[in-house]
């Protein structure tokens, strides 16, 4: 989106960005996109960069703002988020390489942190799991932001791809694994397929967070599905 009535970004937060200094000018190209290669030494320099919590704050503030006017997520631009934001668009194609990564961040900022499994055994580990999901539905149901972008991002094909393939699968990973180091111990059936085994277990907590978004997520309910899962999985005498 182009600058409408001779308006310019606003000063970059951290002293660059349209006008000051060395990412005046920069205009990224259209859709998922990524600012020019950088040159040697530029992944050491980012490291060394401390990122700015009140800039990205103020990122993450400047969509939901958006978002909470009625602004469709198609319609936002780097170049609208940096304006509202009052930053320069440079700052933020130094943290993503496009506005899907930028919401895929804010998603993740708005939901609980993934789970550190106990690993005592694999009905630990997929209880764990369940209860971050049971969270996650919770979180969803009492943030209007999120509920916002998630009607919203099946829609937005680049937004949800980027959204499975950096939150979802690796979910899905931790889940797959636990069911294998249960096979492998011999505490389920080794007969059964993975992928399989794991839509069994998550697939009430979805049920009840997506399909059936008025359904209960009362406490207890993690355990109760993995225990009643897992009476078909024991091996048999």
């Not at 933020?92 to 990564?101: A, L, M, N, V």
């Not at 764990?128 to 979180?139: C, D, F, N, T, V």
Request: aromatic share 4%.
């Amino acid at each position: 989106m182009s600058l409408q009535n001779g308006e310019t970004p606003a000063p970059d937060a951290e002293g660059t960005g349209p006008g000051g200094g060395p990412d005046a000018g920069t205009t990224p190209p259209p859709g998922l996109c990524s600012p020019p290669p950088p040159g040697p030494g530029a992944a050491a320099r980012r490291r060394g960069r401390p990122r700015s919590e009140a800039v990205e704050q103020a990122i993450f503030e400047a969509v939901g703002g958006l978002l909470d006017e009625g602004v469709p997520l198609t319609e936002l631009s780097v170049e609208r988020i940096a304006r509202t934001a009052g930053v320069g668009k440079a700052t933020i194609y130094r943290r993503w390489s496009g506005k899907e990564d930028l919401f895929v961040d804010l998603l993740r900022s708005l939901e609980p942190p993934d789970p550190v499994l106990p690993g005592t055994s694999a009905r630990d580990d997929l209880v764990a799991l369940l209860e971050s999901l049971r969270q996650r539905g919770l979180a969803k149901r009492s943030s209007a932001l999120l509920h916002t972008v998630f009607s919203q991002m099946q829609l937005y094909p680049k937004l949800w791809d980027a959204y499975q393939l950096t939150v979802i699968e690796p979910r899905r990973r931790l889940g797959l694994d636990a069911v294998r180091r249960g096979m492998e111990r011999g505490e389920f059936r080794d007969d059964l397929d993975v992928e399989f085994v794991n839509d069994l277990l998550t697939g009430p907590l979805l049920l009840r967070t997506v399909v059936r978004p008025g359904s209960t997520l009362e406490p207890g309910l993690a355990e109760r599905v993995v225990d009643t899962v897992l009476e078909g999985l024991r091996p048999r005498a």
